[in-house]
């Protein structure tokens, strides 16, 4: 199978992270791929002959890992980002979102006062993340909440990636797991000067998740063995387990031990837990229930939020968030890959 790719282009990505399970699902290759080949079904495959322009290899955020450009520009907005814990002000938001609703509420604002006039989100469809350009606010309540298995939300970019005419003037905010982050960021600053790979420049400020871990799709059908799951209206990691509650108020807790076998792979090697590169970055963890922890980094990162605050579209929580606990969990996810890496070595 193997030997049918070209040994650079998509033959990397083919041996070097398809092959080894290190896929995470992002999708970027299939936005970036100027002539069409890469297809995706939950993991991309190749359509047709590869010419090895190797643009598919340099947007993948595990082939390319982060870019030294990448890395000096972000280096002082995460030394001096400024963190919160704060919600959402809007009844709707409250009602659907994972936390506090800050990201649904951001995006919210920024569609209210024209900064973006669409938001790439992971939307739902059966319990499965479907890519959404939401353009109201009907549509942004549809994407709260939280998928635990990958979101192909870059696909949501493809008609922008084929340069129409229609889509010129459209400013998109983003939000994503930090994997999908960093392809993003890839995608703006390649280790290129000046160059900007298009769709991306479409994006006016991006919305990481924390992210711990993801598990694959098959954890739905698993667990429609056990209950009837398509009615499950809420997802929530907790130290218990997987939370699930239903319309009446009723949950069941699945425990970690149970739901750990389908864990993804690829983010077993992964040690960014709060999406280092976005402008804001929003978790549960270090805030109590019903309330978002909020690090904001660049000056757009600064103008959503703070924008948003002025105009009561969130509140700030009085309580700091427990930031010693962010950090224990970043040496945490930080550790599980050096003690991989360690045993693989052994
Ligand atoms: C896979 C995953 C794992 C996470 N793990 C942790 C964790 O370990 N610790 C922690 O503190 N926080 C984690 N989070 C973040 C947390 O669950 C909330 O998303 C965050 O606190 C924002 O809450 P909110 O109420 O502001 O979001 P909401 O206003 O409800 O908005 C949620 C946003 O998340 C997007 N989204 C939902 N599912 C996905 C997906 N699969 N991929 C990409 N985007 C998606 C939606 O499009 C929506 O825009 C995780 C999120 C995801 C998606
Ligand atoms: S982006 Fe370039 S290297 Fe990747 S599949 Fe397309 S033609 Fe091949
Ligand atoms: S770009 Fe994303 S979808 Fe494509 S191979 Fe890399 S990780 Fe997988
Ligand atoms: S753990 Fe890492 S690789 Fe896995 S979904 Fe989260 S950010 Fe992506």
Redesign the pocket.
């Known amino acids: 199978m193997q030997e049918h790719y070209p040994s650079t282009g998509f033959g990397t990505l083919q041996s070097e992270i398809l092959d080894r399970g290190l896929c995470t699902g992002c999708s970027i290759c299939t936005i970036m791929c100027r002539l069409e080949n890469i297809a995706f079904d939950g993991r991309p495959f190749m359509k047709q002959d590869c010419v090895n322009c190797q643009l598919c290899t340099i947007v993948c955020p595990k082939a390319n890992g982060v870019s030294p450009v990448l890395q000096k520009e972000w280096e002082s907005h995460n030394r001096y980002a400024l963190i919160r814990s704060a ?2 002000t809007d009844e709707g ?1 409250l009602k ?12 919210w604002y920024a569609l209210n006062k024209g900064y973006i006039n669409g ?1 790439a ?4 469809k059966d319990l499965n ?1 479907v890519p ?1 350009i ?1 353009t109201t606010y009907e549509e ?1 309540l549809s ?9 192909p ?1 870059h696909q949501a970019l493809l008609p922008l990636a084929r340069n129409n005419a229609n889509y010129r003037k459209i400013r998109l905010g983003l ?3 930090p994997c ?1 982050v960093l392809a993003l960021r890839n995608m703006q600053m390649p280790d290129m000067e000046g160059v900007v790979l298009e769709p991306s420049d479409h994006i006016e400020f991006i ?1 990481g ?7 694959d799709g098959e954890l739905i059908s698993y667990l429609g063995k056990k209950m009837d799951i398509q009615k499950a209206k809420k997802f ?2 907790t130290k218990e387990g997987l939370n699930i509650t239903f319309p009446d108020g009723s949950k069941t807790i699945v425990g970690h031990d149970e739901i750990n076998k389908f864990v993804r792979y690829n983010c077993r090697f992964c040690t960014d ?1 709060t999406a280092m590169y976005a402008d804001i970055s ?6 109590g229930n019903g309330w ?3 690090i904001i980094k660049s000056d757009i990162g600064k103008k959503l939020y703070y924008g948003a605050l002025k105009e009561g579209f969130i509140v700030e929580n009085e309580k700091n968030p427990n930031t010693g606990m ?1 950090e224990r ?1 970043t040496k945490r996810k930080m550790k599980q890959v050096e003690n991989l890496k360690k045993a693989h070595d052994n």
């Open positions: 919600r959402s938001i659907v979102c994972q936390d506090g609703g800050v990201t649904t509420a951001l995006l938001a989100v992971s939307g739902v993340p959404l939401a942004l994407s709260a909440g939280v998928r635990y298995s990958p979101s939300t939000v994503g797991t999908q919305i998740l924390f992210c711990m871990e993801q598990f929530k990691i837990f929003v978790g549960s963890a270090g805030s978002t922890t909020v962010i969990l």
